[in-house]
């Protein structure tokens, strides 16, 4: 039985051990802090006013983050380092979404954890101020002719793609290296007849956006041309938390 009157040093640990303990028993999301310093500056977890955009499907949402270029040299640059330790690197074939760089929440890196963070807490706004909890999150890196067949991921609920690097426009085809949806249960895919595929939803992207969509959702790559490695970052988001290996369960 716990003593009613614990000593002034007892009393501060159980207090600590029962913050601990809700901070567990509450999604990835309660322990996020409200700012990451990225080199010299302080950059907020959620920008005032950050706005959240629908897209035509159902669970499926765009936000964009102005302030990308406080951030984006350095994320760039952990990557592109990460992707040398064979600990994170993850080259599955040419088709297969491009070089993975694996669990960037996992680097120890500031703008990692801040990018990170912000896929949390979007996915948390998204999905009513649900706990979220990280099933498996990547970076990916293209380089020329590299793709990423049609594919939709296992286990979470949600998915999260960040545009980091669009790399190099490619003047013969402009759907080179683009992300695209077709999926029988988007109505936008689907606009002569329910549930047949005839076009194909492109999320407007540019460097800083986000977007999240329901993780059964059809998606492609379509091949990467340019000299500038495309960079993208990934997260696989669940309301609660999974057991057993994320690992194989996206293409
Ligand atoms: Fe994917």
Redesign the pocket.
């Given at each position: 039985m716990p003593d009613p009157h614990p000593a002034a040093g007892e009393e501060a640990a159980l207090a600590a051990a029962g913050e601990q303990a809700a901070l567990a028993a509450a999604g990835e999301q309660a322990a996020l802090a409200a700012a990451y310093r990225v080199g010299s500056a302080d950059i907020p977890l959620w920008p005032d006013g950050q706005r959240i955009d629908a897209l035509s499907a159902p669970l499926m949402a765009s936000t964009h983050f102005a302030d990308h270029p406080r951030y984006h040299a350095a994320l760039a640059a952990t990557i592109l380092e990460m992707e040398q330790s064979p600990a994170y690197r993850d080259w599955i074939f040419k088709g297969g979404?491009g070089m993975k760089v694996r669990r960037p929440d996992r680097w120890g890196n500031p703008a990692a954890d801040l990018i990170h963070g912000r896929a949390l807490a979007f996915a948390h706004r998204v999905l009513s101020q649900h706990d979220v909890y990280t099933d498996d999150c990547w970076a990916s890196v293209y380089r020329d002719g590299q793709y990423?067949l049609p594919?939709?991921?296992l286990r979470s609920n949600v998915?999260i793609?960040y545009l980091l690097d669009e790399g190099d426009p490619d003047p013969d085809d402009p759907m080179a290296g683009q992300l695209v949806f077709a999926d029988p249960r988007i109505p936008h895919c689907c606009q002569q007849e329910r549930g047949r595929v005839t076009s194909l939803l492109k999320p407007e992207m540019t460097p800083g956006t986000m977007i999240v969509f329901a993780s059964d959702y059809v998606?492609t790559?379509g091949p990467y041309r340019g000299h500038r490695p495309r960079m993208t970052m990934?997260w696989n988001v669940t309301i609660k938390r999974l057991a057993g290996n994320a690992a194989a369960s996206?293409?």
């Open positions: 979404c990423c594919h939709s991921h998915s793609v998606h790559v990934s996206f293409l």
